[in-house]
């Protein structure tokens, strides 16, 4: 083949659509006669193909003179010239190719769509580019604007997030590393006292500090905001607002939060919040600190029965808190009510430990060394009588217990309702350290190049399947528990004063867990996907990763934590609870699951194509359908060990596995659920892009489950296939917006910091 | 019913047997008048039966009259009286159950099987003991010999191992915590000298240092037993004297090893090892750092021409590295020779860096920061002639480039396998790792307890499913591993010095990923398990946690070697290899593995029930099924990608995802394999706990692929719930052994060290 006829090839607006073709034909291997045959038949036939043309094509297709590498790799860079503008999808039709070659006519159309058919030939043979490209990739304009991506995540509460934003860009609140304890701890308080003065600390009492009106939502923005920073400072800041001027806000009279709460905002009283005892970290009912009544003295006496009873974990302890809220069984005349929450000083105005009171540390974490995790003995500390937190008890001058909940279940519950909006602030703050994470790894991964096709660049990490596997699907979860939690968030604010908070404690509970979940596990990928630069702490991953790895634990256990969501499922009728007992109910709810079980089957015979799994609705159906044939199995376990009047206690544990995974499966339609709707905030490409990654997660959740799906005869392997084969297109429909996606969560760079977000790794950020 | 009956239930031989029977003809709900009926008829019928005793089981049986719960409780703690020793498989059958309340005669045995068969009642309705027994089990003496495991454990290195623990035995060698960065770097150095100095590191040079026969099994055993310790020493231990000195070992001449080694072992010549750079971490081929030839001066010059070819990451290079081999591509007279090693002096006996070497510190890390990693860069450095680690290279006085090694693509390989043996070393550390977690957490969980049935003691973590979800896997996959790297080891220390090792360092490589994401994965599982507890550095979890996550990036990153094992499948046979290229060589395996999925293909007609299920051969022949499967699969896939004459670079790319899921497949089946063939070493009752653990170990493997087991037809759902359903089975078997197993590791107590490992939170052992 001459020169002369390549240049015709490569130029002519009517050969160009077929260059994919022809370089395929050669470039798949051997062209056997009868294909070379076919194609010549089939163009030459063409009535518009001029001799000059045709003469080309013959030349071209000579079985004798097949084309020599350097032509072929002409042809090739000329179809890679005209590609990069095509989605993903159309790389892989002929067709699509031809027309992104020269704009084809009805004619040419037809002929391409007949030889793709007869020949059988696979766009894959093109080996369409996957590093060159996608270089070029980051370099193109981005398909959305990832501003207005941002005004949707941001939502109702964009001001708050900008605010706490601003803070975190001051380069004096730049997250720390390898600073040993006793100055990060002193640094971390200096940055509280910061946050404090700048007003973030009033947000969080409503009514009392600020504006009854704007409600907690304002703090809450607060606090998953400054996730993106020093993970030290969140939790000292939860500690100070959330926990202990929450236990104030939540269980204080108006009185005890008038007197109290304006210096809690401002950090005049810097407090704790002493729960948990070394024996009875989640088992909050069993507390063995007591405070009884003395009635001859009119005060209470508050005492550390053992060693086991110990304070522990309480944040602030260890140095700053003067005050804590101290939770107790309280003791009346001998009667013992509960576990109540009492207000006490712990240390005087000179930071020395009040008689009675001892203050231990607990020491090195695995993180969060800038929070002074403590430990506390109470040795008969005298109490005054309005040290009880009096909103749901107080006890009279004449030693008199009253209270306006008369259950003592219920008041118990009533009174840990307080650690609910805690632990949306956890799920909220993980999932801001995610997303740092995952900024971090993405935009290292879209730069870093290691190994690769012979004589090109080396591939970008972002290009390897394996690197993709490891990293898109935290960022497609990472989205997905963004919409969640902000939706528990909603229906926690959107509680009325004294509500029943039964359901949106379950709520929150699983949102709490998985998003939690998700953190440590996003972490980890994160800093694995960047190998030993994610192991460097100037990179950012390493201290993430140890800091929020306890979020799984504190606020509520995850596993514990589940458990009160699959109670909440078996409870889900409260009137029925009520009516016939634990037992009765547990039979409706078996019930009335399997009738939904039946009535959601036919489910199973749809989804086959690749459409109906993208489908949002058909996705939900298949978690929907899992949640209920779960949580029907597990509800007739269940049903079965109680109709013998065994222990309900028992009984739970020997379906506890079966309780989780129904509990799991609720949590997963929930989080779908709400990124279906949250998608829905956005429009044009923003919804675009949005419902792309929604797709993805969708996928991915299904993919895990497989197992369960085969099992259960919801899927066919063919099914079970396709799941697998589109995860892989749909990376590749998302890469392109990877950088984008990044760029709305609207991370300040100083938090980023990490060098090799820079692409910079020689030059440190901090 | 009176007294006298239920008293004459309780005693009468002749009636014992029958009582759980009876008390779960009650205690299941109601006992329908059929059922009464049944009963009574059969029982009554017993020729055996006198009068006194028919009336006492009437009365028992009478619909009228059910038996309160007062009687119910008595019989039932009379059942559980007689329980306590029957294994957990006899706890399920109403046989073994009667046989244990009074010795069976033949006649009892059939009624009672006759009845269990008619009622079909569920023995589980007994609520056989899990928590008031098992904390009386870890008191009962335990059912194998620790020390007799361990010695199986130990194996022919029993005696370098039993050195090792009792220098980690010694107060002076306790792991840190809490230390600043560089007073731990400098302890660690001492901790370092002190091993050298008992002789530890001279372990590392048979031939040189020690005798040549004992081979490098006793410092590699020596280096799998300081993993139980701090892991920055065994770090730094690994790189003076396996990567640093390793490279001298093996690439130097026979005068390099004489006048080096001696050094390196005594630590008079600490050094580094200087390979990967900062653009190039696993791709070593395409490393930048030049040394060139200078004909005229007769001497080399080493130089790093750009920051991406920075050395980074070397351990000891920040402070204590007097000496560093150096990879760099070689290039005599204008011709590059490829990636070779050079030894050369970076700092000088005053410990500042010799002219023209710019050392940098790596600074803080996850984990590991008792080790001083560095970067290092070099202007110009004059290297002598002998400066080129000579075994397999060298360059004459007149600028000669001779290598024994003709292809320089082998010679490369060649090289790199000096990193085979620290691959084993990271394995069996990050192994003994996963031990001490697991060794605290699972002591923790069988002192700890939380919540529970009413009115009895809180439920022991370790009683809880979840809990035991969390754990036991982790121990048996530990044990699994333990034998995996012990095999794995063996075939390296036999292979025949120049041998072709790209079959080892396959089977190393594999290997060393199953290991480190096993540690990874297991020390999280411990530090969630031990909840906040596991959070303290005290408890050791969390240090060993953050130091061991390196683990799956150095020394090659996992992914990387999956790689590598899946290349090793394919390339399986070398001289076909040889003869017709990587293309013909991928059609013939893929049609071989085909070939065999067809004829491994039958076993799934088999592995119905529990016993095929807990079969080691059938637990194998499934793994051994899927790996076939998923390499045929994937040899098919590139074949067909190769056939199109497209880059083969491109090509693996393509198909990664399926590459690597047929190496993890791989590795799956060769730890089994090496299980099975490890519980042989063990006899009695040693064995036989062994091979409990290994029956949960492949379940828990076929239970992680179920999905793949449906999805390619190996699995009806039927089967897929069996494995489901007798895994917490195996828990409960396990359940007894989990101290014992754990005491057979060996594990100083120095080293656990955890205050929650010896149930005593208030003093540490620190």
């Known amino acids: 083949m001459t020169i002369t006829t390549q240049a015709t090839l490569l130029q002519e607006p009517e050969l160009r659509p077929f260059l994919p073709l022809l370089y395929v034909a050669w470039a798949d291997g051997d062209l056997s006669e009868a294909e070379r045959a076919l194609i010549q038949s089939r163009l030459s036939a063409q009535p518009w193909l001029k001799p000059r043309l045709r003469d080309a094509l013959n030349a071209w297709l000579q079985p004798a003179e097949p084309p020599n590498a350097a032509s072929l790799a ?121 946050l404090a003065r700048a007003g973030f600390g009033a947000l969080a009492y409503p009514g009392v500090t600020t504006d009854a009106e704007q409600g907690l939502g304002p703090f809450l923005a607060t606090f998953e905001t400054l996730g993106f920073g020093d993970l030290s400072l969140v939790v000292k800041f939860g500690v100070q607002f959330g926990l202990w001027g929450g236990s104030v806000y939540f269980l204080g009279t108006e009185a005890q939060r008038q007197a109290l709460l304006p210096k809690v905002a401002s950090l005049d009283a810097p407090g704790c919040f002493a729960m948990s005892e070394v024996g009875h970290g989640s088992n909050v009912a069993d507390l063995e600190t007591v405070v009884r009544w003395e009635a001859t003295r009119k005060c209470f006496v508050l005492h550390t029965p053992g060693e086991s009873a110990r304070k522990d974990w309480a944040g602030n302890a260890a140095l700053h808190a003067k005050y804590a809220t101290v939770f107790a069984q309280l003791e009346v005349g001998g009667v013992r009510h509960g576990v109540h929450a009492f207000v006490t000083r712990i240390r005087g105005d000179d930071g020395k430990p009040l008689d009675g009171v001892r203050i231990g540390d607990c020491g090195h974490k695995l993180g969060l060394n800038g929070v002074d995790n403590g430990r506390i003995w109470f040795d008969h500390v005298e109490l005054p009588r309005d040290a009880l937190l009096g909103r749901y008890a107080t006890v009279t001058e004449n030693g008199e217990y009253q209270s306006p909940i008369e259950s003592p279940s219920k008041r118990f519950f009533t009174m840990l309702g307080t650690l609910v909006g805690g632990r949306i602030a956890v799920a909220s703050a993980g999932l801001s350290a995610s997303k740092v994470g995952l900024a971090v790894a993405l935009r290292y991964a879209s730069t870093r190049r290691q190994f690769g096709a012979t004589s090109e660049p080396e591939t970008l990490l972002l290009d390897y399947p394996s690197h993709q596997r490891r990293l898109l699907p935290h960022l497609a979860a990472t989205y997905a528990l963004h919409f969640a939690v902000d939706e528990a968030r909603e229906a926690f604010l959107s509680l009325k004063p004294d509500a029943d908070t039964r359901e949106v404690e379950a709520h929150v509970a699983g949102i709490k867990a998985a998003a939690t979940w998700h953190a440590t596990d996003t972490l980890q990928a994160c800093r694995e996907a960047c190998g030993g ?88 159906a298949a978690l929907k359908y899992r949640e209920s044939s779960l949580l029907a199995s597990a509800a007739q376990r269940l049903g079965k060990r109680l109709k013998g009047k065994g222990d309900p206690a028992k009984a739970f544990l020997e379906v506890q596995e079966h309780l989780l995974a129904a509990a799991r499966a609720h949590v997963d339609t929930k989080v779908l659920s709400a990124f279906i709707a949250g998608v829905e905030r956005a429009s044009g490409p923003e919804h675009a892009a949005l419902d792309r990654l929604r797709q993805l997660h969708g996928l991915c959740v299904l993919e895990r489950h497989t197992g369960w799906f085969l099992e259960n005869g919801a899927f066919e392997a063919s099914r079970a296939r396709a799941v697998r084969k589109l995860i892989p297109v749909l990376f590749e429909e998302v890469r392109p917006d990877v950088l984008s996606l990044v760029e709305a969560w609207g991370i300040p760079d100083e938090c980023l910091a990490a060098p090799i977000a820079f692409n910079d790794p020689a030059h440190p950020r901090w």
Chains 1, 2 share one sequence.
């Open 74 to 194: 002409q042809v090739r860079a000329a179809i890679l010239d005209a590609v990069p503008n095509l989605s993903p999808r159309a790389k892989r039709s002929f067709v699509a190719l031809a027309d992104a070659m020269a704009a084809l006519d009805g004619e040419s159309r037809r002929v391409v769509e007949a030889l793709e058919q007869e020949l059988g030939f696979d766009v894959a043979a093109l080996h369409l580019p996957s590093a060159e490209n996608t270089s070029e990739q980051d370099a193109r304009p981005p398909r959305f604007d990832a501003g207005a991506l941002q005004a949707v995540l941001d939502g109702r509460l964009a001001p708050s997030r900008a605010r706490a934003r601003a803070f975190l860009a001051d380069p004096k609140h730049r997250a720390m590393y390898g600073v040993p304890k006793e100055p990060y701890r002193e640094q971390v308080f200096t940055w509280l006292l910061s």
């Open 533 to 620: 630069q994610g192991y460097l702490a100037v990179n950012r991953l390493a201290d993430a990763r140890a800091d929020a790895d306890i979020f799984t634990t504190f606020e509520g256990d995850n596993t514990v934590l589940l458990q009160l969501v699959a109670k909440g499922l078996l409870t889900g009728f409260k009137q029925q609870f009520a009516r016939g007992g634990a037992w009765s109910m547990v039979r409706f709810v078996a019930g009335q699951v399997r009738d939904a079980v039946a009535m959601t089957n036919p489910f199973t015979s749809r989804m086959s194509d690749d459409a109906s799994l993208r489908s949002a609705e058909q996705q939900l």
